[in-house]
Nanobody
Framework: VQLQASGGGLVQDGGSLRLSCQASGFTKDYYIIGWFRQAPGKEREGVSCISSSGGSTYYADSVKGRFTISRDKAKNTVYLQMNSLKPEDTALYYC??????????????????????????WGQGTQVTVSS
C-alpha cells in the first residue's frame, strides 16, 4: 500500500487545516486508514481512523469535537478536517493503513489506533504548525 499525505502548513491558534491521504495498492478486502502525529520529544499519538466502508470512525480524546475524518472512495482519499487548532496540535502528521481480510481486525479500532497495531504501511509526514 502506498500512502501520500498532504495539506499541512502553518496556521494560527483557532485556525483550520485539512489533511489529505491518498492511498493506493490495496490487496485485501478491508482496511483501516489512521492518522497519527508526533511532536518533537513526544511519543507518537493516534489521532483518528476510519474504516474502508466508512462505517467506523474513532477519535482520540484530544481531538474529539474538533477534528473530523472522512473518505472519498472514488478518489481513494481520506481527509482529516482539523478545526479550532491549538498550539499543542503542532506535530508531524502521518497517515497509515492496516489491511485485513473479512474484517479480521487485530483488535478494536480504538486499540489499533492507540497502539498503532496492525498499521504496516505508512506515508511520509506532513507538518502542521499552530502558532499562538
Amino acid at each position: 500500500v502506498q500512502l501520500q499525505a498532504s495539506g499541512g502548513g502553518l496556521v494560527q491558534d483557532g485556525g483550520s487545516l485539512r489533511l489529505s491521504c491518498q492511498a493506493s495498492g490495496f490487496t485485501k478486502d478491508y482496511y483501516i486508514i489512521g492518522w497519527f502525529r508526533q511532536a518533537p520529544g513526544k511519543e507518537r499519538e493516534g489521532v483518528s481512523c476510519i474504516s474502508s466502508s466508512g462505517g467506523s470512525t474513532y477519535y482520540a480524546d484530544s481531538v474529539k469535537g474538533r477534528f473530523t475524518i472522512s473518505r472519498d472512495k472514488a478518489k481513494n482519499t481520506v481527509y482529516l478536517q482539523m478545526n479550532s487548532l491549538k498550539p499543542e496540535d503542532t506535530a508531524l502528521y502521518y497517515c497509515a493503513a492496516a489491511e485485513m481480510w473479512h474484517r479480521q481486525l487485530p483488535g478494536t479500532i480504538a486499540t489499533m489506533l492507540n497502539h498503532g497495531s496492525g498499521f504496516d504501511s505508512w506515508g511520509q509526514g506532513t507538518q502542521v504548525t499552530v502558532s499562538s
